[in-house]
């Protein structure tokens, strides 16, 4: 299974942003998709996560302005990010949790990360 992730770059404060993260290979059902950000200097921290019911859980950092999606159909999880600050500057990972058949093993599986950069 991989995470292909897309959609950072460079943008001023208060733009906006979506990140894509298509996951493809041997999928048999996704559960819980999410995004994570790592910081300079910094852990990496959960952004926000959606179930594949469509149950969202945001960061409080990013309540308000950021929207996680996902395209079950498409095996794809969207982040929308819009008044973005200098702060949420970081590199994003998206994450998804995968099945691989009807009764297989659960397993984690991460992209490779895409730079967002917000300057002030």
């Known amino acids: 299974v991989q995470l292909q992730a897309s959609g950072g770059g460079l943008v001023q404060a208060g733009g906006s942003l979506r990140l894509s993260c298509a996951a493809s290979g041997s999928i048999f059902s996704i559960n819980d998709m999410a995004w994570y950000h790592r910081g300079p200097g910094k852990q990496r921290e959960l952004v926000a996560v959606a179930s594949s019911g469509g149950v969202t859980q945001y960061a409080d950092s990013v309540k308000g302005r950021f929207t996680i999606s996902r395209d079950n159909a498409k095996n794809t999880v969207y982040l929308q990010m819009n008044s973005l600050k200098p702060e949420d500057t970081a590199v994003y990972y998206c994450?998804?949790?995968?099945?691989?058949?009807?009764?297989?093993?659960?397993?984690?599986?991460w992209g490779q990360g895409t730079l967002v950069t917000v300057s002030s």
């Open positions: 994450n998804a949790r995968v099945s691989g058949s009807r009764y297989g093993a659960w397993a984690e599986y």
